[in-house]
Nanobody
Framework: QVQLVESGGGLVQAGGSLRLSCAAS????????LGWFRQAPGKEEREFVA?????????YYAESVKGRFTISRDNAEKRVYLEMNSLKPEDTAVYYC????????????????WGQGTQVTVSS
């Protein structure tokens, strides 16, 4: 079992940057791919943002964030990060990290464990 806790969210102006962090506990951390999802205000579904495989050597991004966001992981520290640059108001959402046994999967239904989320608000 894995427990996840996100941090690093906040209020930032458009064009700014934030770095989200997700701390994991549990012995199986290295067996999972780790993804970031977001849920915008008024939206029911969580949108895929980025995923990194178990080793950190393979990543995949949503088109809307490609070139602006970077996902990475530190298996020794049991953390996954999301570096977000050139933020836009449409990036405003609650951001969640989650684990999946399927490498670089983008479907939220295939993710097993979720954090509680961290709010990111981008002002125009």
């Amino acid at each position: 079992q894995v427990q996840l806790v996100e941090s690093g969210g906040g209020l930032v102006q458009a064009g700014g940057s934030l770095r989200l962090s997700c701390a994991a506990s549990g012995r199986s951390f290295v067996n999972y791919a780790l993804g970031w999802f977001r849920q915008a205000p008024g939206k029911e579904e969580r949108e895929f943002v980025a995923v990194v495989n178990f080793s950190g050597g393979r990543t995949y991004y949503a088109e809307s964030v490609k070139g602006r966001f970077t996902i990475s992981r530190d298996n020794a520290e049991k953390r996954v990060y999301l570096e977000m640059n050139s933020l836009k108001p449409e990036d405003t959402a609650v951001y969640y990290c989650a684990t999946t046994a399927l490498s670089t999967n983008t479907d939220s239904r295939d993710y097993d464990y979720w954090g509680q989320g961290t709010q990111v608000t981008v002002s125009s």
